[in-house]
């Protein structure tokens, strides 16, 4: 927590350099801009400003102007995100919330959207129609054995994919038009029980889905006893034996666990966590296993190989001497059109990738053409190296074979292992 300020002061920096000339944002700064994202950076600044931190209000005017000006261009889903975002940001547009409200069949039954516009309605002061849409999202909700959520989210191809859209993420929003619209329904326990049960080790699956669960349980949290009601002890059993126990309180809303594969038993063991007074206790239980194996089973439809060639004399390379220099040769054959795509290569202990004067970082230019010209010359957006890895990033990326290449040094002689190159959506 100690480090929160300086990461969201660097993080909101990096973000006034990503702005394009037009006001708007894409996935890097020299790409097309797109109105989900630029609705994602607005909404994302009026968060950070709302926590009390910093933000340059020109910069969020400038993106307000442009969200403004591509109201009528936009996906009637992506529309209602857009006015959300506005209202978020302190800049409500009422007359276009109101349209956008009666004309409900263009959201095609899309939870986030009804959400985000019954929020923005809320915001903007007509309670009437946003307690309408609440109603709404009451009456398609799924119930099943205690859990409540909503689905359909990712099924409509390029709008799911340039929004990220998901089950999670509509669900998510749909808590936070209840808790800060309705709060007390019922149906609330439901949807956080099963927000609950879709976390996984590091959060809720992509950084858009963890954002909107956290801030959906946040509210939720603020809008209930939570934040009135004395602290709720707790006690930690494993085979009977107490292993934590304390209270959970405003000052320590939570607490991390760790047990390791000496303190289970062999076979069945028993973790039992009980909880004192009227507050009530979320968990979840994520184990991590390590196994030693000489190689990995590739995963999914994508095909990925990769070749080390002498970077001076291009031959294909089996063994490597120190100080040789190396070009890394990653082809990949996609099945189908992609977005966000991450292909990442992880190096061996052996080599040190190189920084290429003009291959490395984000090609120049703000403006769509120089973005379209530069994508089609280098085949991605951005590429990231690490002292671990090598990330290329490519925005939108078409079916069928992408080969991406990058120089590295060997640095020592031994025997070291590669592991495999992964690429996947990061959203």
Known sequence: QAELPAQISASVQRLYGFQHDDGGWGWWFDDATHDYQTAWVIFGLAQVAEAGYEVDTNVIQRGADWLNENLSLMD????????YALATAGQPNLAATRELATDLDA????????????????????????????ELLAETAVTDNGFTYWTGANHDGYYADKTMASDVRSTALALSAFTRIAPGRELESGIV???????????????NETSFAIISLTDH?????????????????????????????????????????????????????TGGG????????NSRVYLAQQSIDAAGSITISRTYFDGDSGKPLETITAGQLVKVQLTVDLPQDGSYIIVE?????????????????????????????????FGYNYKEVRDDRVSFFITEMHNGRSTFTYYARATHTGTFTAMPTEVYAMY
């Not at 029980?193 to 950084?207: D, E, H, N, Y």
């Not at 009227?278 to 239980?285: A, F, K, Q, V």
Request: glycine letters at 10%; charged letters at 15%; hydrophobic letters at 40%.
């Open 221 to 273: 949290l603020l809008a209930t006893s939570f934040n009135e009601t004395a602290a709720t002890p707790y006690t930690i059993t494993l085979n009977g034996s107490v292993v934590a126990e304390g209270t959970l309180e405003r000052g320590e809303p939570a607490i991390s666990l760790q047990l390791t594969t000496e303190q289970l038993n062999s076979g069945t063991n028993e973790l039992a966590i």
């Open 345 to 377: 290569d992880k190096l061996p202990g052996g080599l040190e990738a190189l920084n290429e004067s003009l291959n490395t970082t984000s090609h120049e230019g703000s403006y769509y053409g120089a973005w379209t010209s530069q994508w089609y010359e």
């Open 107 to 134: 959201l095609a039954g899309d939870t986030f959207s009804i959400a985000g516009l019954a929020l923005a309605l809320h915001i903007a002061g007509d309670t009437v129609q946003a307690q309408e849409l609440i």
């Open 76 to 83: 009637a889903r992506t529309r209602a995100f857009a006015l």
């Open 193 to 207: 029980r099963w927000l609950m049960a879709q976390r996984k080790a590091q959060g809720w699956g992509t950084t």
């Open 278 to 285: 009227n507050g009530r206790l979320y968990y979840t239980i």
